[in-house]
């Protein structure tokens, strides 16, 4: 079978020819049909961030495909079932964060295409306890953005704990981004998207934001004050000086910014004064539990969110992540494995 494979920090992948894992006691090995780009593969990849993966490795996170076979002791997929295999690979299912709703806090956590090989290959395995059913009606290709930008930022829309009187900030309209305003307003949120391209301004519209913000012409913070300020920022955004604009400038009191994206070494200063005299707060948002990834699916397999994305070649990886860096493409690339074979 074909990977995708990291061999070096900041390299181009390299596609080789590797022979199909065998699944271990409570794994499954799946057949894979697609499989999304998230910008953290990129920064995979680049080894961007304080904890890195170890190449090589094969990125990915949002593999979806059909169970090819069962290792020792499941029994609760079939062979040819449709599962997804999200960035929550494994936990161990026995800690406080376990056991109280936030699995995705787990300290033993195995990370999809990070800490073990992942969705960027014809075959992979996941720990099947932690695959998620596809439900009848959505297609692989609009799974697999799902299984990542989509219970990201769902959960993040969670987090900030939005109201349907509330206006929040969509800070970066890309494949997360796309999912969030959406989610938004499905909360019922008004909801202000920022980008800095047309393209993504254009869908932002399109997918329903009431306010559309062009931060290479506008000063957004101004704008979004007009509008009473945002009850939450959602930062999305690769980019460093966005999450302080969201921070200092768009917030109401009150307001929340939640952080999503991670700019390689990202800072931002917090001053102390206006924290406490606007009652501010900074939240971490790290992607969602089985149960938010399930409710995802489930809003999908409804008909209430719409997935954008364009199909690509595994072959085609290392120009597929130029495109997402110029921010080039349509909200997501998904990887069509059945197109390259
Ligand atoms: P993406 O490249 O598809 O989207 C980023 C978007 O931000 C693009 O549309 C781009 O045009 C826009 N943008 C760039 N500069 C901007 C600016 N100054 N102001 C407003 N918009 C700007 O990336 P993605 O796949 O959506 O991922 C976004 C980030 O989220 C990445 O850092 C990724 O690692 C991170 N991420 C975090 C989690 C988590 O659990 N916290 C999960 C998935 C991804
Ligand atoms: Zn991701
Ligand atoms: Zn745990």
């Known amino acids: 079978m074909k990977a995708a494979v990291v061999r070096a920090f900041g390299e181009p992948l390299v596609i080789e020819e590797r022979p199909d894992p065998e699944p271990g006691p409570g794994q499954v090995r799946i057949r894979v049909e697609a499989s999304g780009l998230c910008h953290t593969d990129i920064h995979a990849a680049r080894g ?5 993966p170890n190449p090589p490795f094969v990125p990915g ?3 979806v495909g059909l169970v090819e076979a069962l290792g020792d002791g499941v029994t609760h997929l079939a062979l040819g079932q449709r599962v997804a295999a999200p960035w929550l690979g494994k936990t161990c299912g026995r800690c406080e964060y376990c056991l109280s709703g936030w699995e995705t806090l787990c300290e033993q956590q195995i990370n999809t295409g990070y800490g073990c090989d992942g969705g960027y290959a014809e075959k992979m395995l996941a720990w ?8 009848q009606g959505i297609s692989a290709l609009e799974a697999a953005p799902l299984t990542c930008a989509g219970v990201t930022t769902y959960k993040a829309l969670k987090v900030a704990d939005v109201r349907p009187t509330q206006l929040v ?7 997360l981004g796309h999912l969030a305003v ?3 307003k499905i909360a019922g949120a008004q909801v202000a998207a920022i980008d800095v391209t ?8 399109e997918l329903g934001a009431d306010l559309v913000i062009d931060a290479r012409k506008h000063d957004v913070g101004e704008v979004l004050q007009r509008h009473g300020g945002a009850h939450a920022a959602i930062a999305l955004a690769v980019n460093e000086a966005a999450f302080s604009t969201a921070y200092a400038g768009l917030l109401r009191r009150g307001g929340k910014l939640v952080m999503v994206a991670m700019p390689a070494h990202g800072t931002i200063q917090v001053p102390i004064f206006g924290t406490v005299l606007n009652g501010t707060s900074v939240i971490g948002s790290i992607v969602g539990t089985r149960q938010d990834l399930a409710e995802v699916f489930q809003i999908h397999a409804a008909g209430r969110t719409r997935v954008i994305y364009e199909t690509r070649t595994l072959a085609s990886v290392n120009e597929s992540m130029d495109d997402v860096l110029r921010g080039d493409i349509k ?5 069509d494995m059945a197109a390259g074979r």
Request: without cysteine; hydrophobic residues 45%; proline residues 8%.
């Open 61 to 63: 996170h949002e593999g």
């Open 182 to 184: 959406q989610y938004a």
């Open 198 to 205: 047309d393209e993504k301004l254009e869908l932002a519209a």
């Open 169 to 175: 900030a969509i800070s970066g309209v890309g494949g």
């Open 48 to 52: 961007d961030w304080p904890v890195k």
């Open 128 to 135: 099947a306890d932690f695959t998620q059913p596809v439900p």
């Open 331 to 335: 909200a997501r690339i998904v990887f």
